[in-house]
C-alpha cells in the first residue's frame, strides 16, 4: 500500500535557483497558478456578459461577491469595505485551492502549513496594524476586557495575550489539518479498495464515495471559517470588543 | 470564554501536532515539515495571491458592483417609472369620471328640456285643436240657430195657414191673416 502521506510530497517541476534561495515552479506551487487562473476564468466569464438578469455563471459570479459582502457588512460593518479585495480574495483563493484539490491527482497547497500560516501571519499582523494604527496605545486595553474586577487583571491579561498570538496559528493549523486529515483518510480508504478484492473492496469504496463528499463540504467551510475568523479579527481591530 | 477555550484547544492542538511530528517526522518524513521546500511555497503563494488580488480589485470586483449598481439602479428606476404611471392612471380615472358625470348631467339636461318641449308643444296643440273645436261648435251652434228661426218662421207661416184654413173650414169665415200670424207667433215666443 503507497504511502497516504505521499501525496503531500512537494515535486519541483521547473528549478529556479535564485541566489542562496530555492524559488522552484514546484506542484504547490502550480496548484496556485491554476487556482489563481481558475478564480479569474470564472469571475471573468461569468461577468463577461453584464447581464441585467444574469445568467448560471453571472449569478454565481455574483454570489460569490454578495456572500463575501454580506460577511463583511455583518461582521465587521460599513468600516470593512475597505478590505473586501483582500477578504474576497483570500476567500476565493481558499476555496478553490480547496475545491481544486479535491480533482484526483491534484494537489492541494492548503493541505500544506508553511501556506496556511503565512496567510494567517499576514491576516494577524494586517488586523494588528491596523488596529494599532486605529486606536494607538489604545489598542492594548483590549488585552482588559471591561467591566473586569482590577484584582484580575494579572490573571486575565497574560491569558488574552496568550488567546490573541495563538490566534494565527489556531487559523492556520485549523486549515491546514483538516485538508490533511481529509485528503489522508480518503487515501487510506482508497488504499484498501484494491486489497481488499471484488468482495471486500465495495466497503471502503462507499466510505470514500461519502468521504469525497464530505470532503466538498469540509473545501467549502474551512474556507468560509478562516474568512469569518478574518472578519472577526478585522471587527476587533477596528472596534475593540 | 470562547476565546480561552480557542487558546487552550490550540495550545494543545500545538503540543499535539510537535509530539505527533517530532516522532512521526524522523519515521516516514512528514513533507509538510520538510524546510527546504518553504521558500519556494511562500515565494509562489505571494507571487499568486498578489496578482489575484490586484485582479480582484482592480478588474473583477469592481465590474460586478457595476453590474449590480446598474440592476439595482434600473430596478430603482422602473419602480419609480411603475409610481409615476400609476399616478398617471390615477389622473386619467378621475378625469374620466369627471367626463362621465358631465355627460350624464349633460344628457339629463337634454332630456329634461326635450320633455319639457315637448309637453309645452302638446300643450300648445291641444290649446289650438279645442279652440278650433270650440270656433266650430260655436259656428254649427250659429248655423242651427238660424235653422231655428228659419224653422219657427216657417212653422209659424205653416201653423198660421193651418190655423186660417181650420178657422175658414169650421167656421165658415175667412179670419184676418195677419191677426192669426200675430197671435201664433205670440204662442211661438211663449213657449219658447
Redesign the interface.
Known sequence: MA?P??Q???K?LIPIP?GE??????N??LF??L??AA??LF??IG?RQ???V?GRW?SL??IS??FIACMIRDNVGSEGRKY???V??LF??ILFGNLIGLIPYAFT?T?????TF??AVVVFLGVTIIAIARHGLHFFTFFLPTGVPKVMAPVLVP??I??YL?RP??LS?RL??NM?AGHTMMKVFAGFIIPLGILGGWAPLTVDVALTAFEFLVAFLQAYVFTVLTCLYLNDAIHLH | MWKLKIAILSISILALLTCVFSTSVQAAGLPQLDITTFPSQLIWLVITFAALFMMMSRISLPRISQVLEERQHKIDDNLKKAVSFKEEAEIAAEAYTKAQAEVREEAHAIIMETHTQITDNMATKQAELAEELEAEIKAAEGSIIDAKVIAMAVIADVATEVALSTTEKISGEALNKKDISKVITNILEERQ
Not at chain 1, 21 to 26: E, F, K, N, P, Y
Not at chain 1, 111 to 115: F, G, L, R
Open positions: 504511502n502521506l505521499e503531500f510530497t512537494i519541483t535564485l534561495v530555492d524559488a522552484s515552479l514546484t504547490s506551487g496556485m497558478v487556482t489563481v478564480i479569474s469571475l471573468t461577468m453584464r447581464l441585467l444574469p453571472q459570479a455574483e461577491y454578495e473586501f479585495p483582500f474576497f480574495s476565493m483563493f497547497f493541505s500544506h502549513i508553511a501556506v503565512a496567510m491569558i488574552e496568550l488567546s495563538s496559528i489556531s493549523i491546514f489539518a490533511m
